[in-house]
């Protein structure tokens, strides 16, 4: 398995434009993870499904970040419009429900400017 | 609260033990967990430990917890300049979320 696939790996943007963000968890895992780093607040967990729906997304920071996860094999982070205050490694992580173990993607490093 | 808590920085010189401290707050947690980040790279997970455990050793890694306490560590004997990297301290009630702390930025010297 290719393991947790992220794109794109690096995207710069300029304010206000929209940015999505993509992830492509393992096969067979149902639950998917969206994280965000950044130097100062550290590993700040966004929103995470179960079976394609949203459990958790008390930690999406405003209405201008959604996500989505239209099948088990897909979902997207979108950011509308985007601030420079947004720049940071976007992870994506999946694992089986029942498994304790979570696997990150490479994450996607993103820069508004 | 959701809190892990670690300290920033740690350095050592090679070949000696490494011990990364974590403190969490939600008695309630099941797991806990370190994962590993190398630079550019997402995190990969190193052990982890039960709640219901004090001690876990995998070669060159202990793991201990103090339940009482909330406090949770991680020995790296004989460490290696290729042990450089951020280690993560995370929690997690059951198989749910992980919430990980600030990480802890381990430097390697010769």
């Known amino acids: 398995d290719a393991g947790v696939i992220q794109s794109p790996r690096h995207e710069v943007t300029e304010m206000g434009q929209e940015v999505t963000l993509r992830c492509k968890p393992i096969s067979g895992h149902n639950s998917l993870f969206w994280y965000r780093q950044t130097m100062m607040r550290g590993l700040e967990l966004l929103i995470y499904?179960?079976?394609?729906?949203?459990?958790?997304d008390s930690g999406m920071p405003e209405d201008r970040f959604s996500a989505k996860m239209p099948n088990a094999s897909f979902s997207t982070l979108k950011i509308q419009p985007s601030e420079p205050r947004d720049s940071a490694v976007y992870f994506c992580?999946?694992?089986?429900?029942?498994?304790?173990?979570?696997?990150f993607g490479q994450g996607t490093r993103l820069t508004v400017v | 609260g959701e809190d892990v808590e670690q300290s920033l920085f740690l350095s050592v010189r090679e070949g000696d033990s490494s011990v990364i401290n974590c403190t969490y707050t939600?008695?309630?947690?099941?797991?806990l967990y370190w994962y590993k980040q190398e630079p550019g790279a997402g995190l990969q997970l190193l052990t982890y430990?039960?709640?219901?455990?004090d001690m876990k050793q995998d070669q060159r890694l202990t793991v201990l917890l103090n339940k009482k306490d909330k406090h949770l560590s991680l020995r790296i004997a004989d460490t290696q300049t290729g042990d450089s990297a951020i280690y993560f301290c995370?929690?997690?009630?059951?198989?749910?979320?992980?919430?990980f702390g600030t990480g802890t930025r381990l430097q390697v010297f010769p």
């Open positions: 430990i039960f709640s219901n455990m």
């Open positions: 499904f179960n079976n394609n729906v949203p459990i958790d």
């Open positions: 939600d008695s309630s947690s099941t797991y």
């Open positions: 992580a999946s694992k089986r429900q029942e498994n304790t173990e979570a696997f």
């Open positions: 995370a929690r997690a009630r059951d198989t749910d979320k992980l919430i």
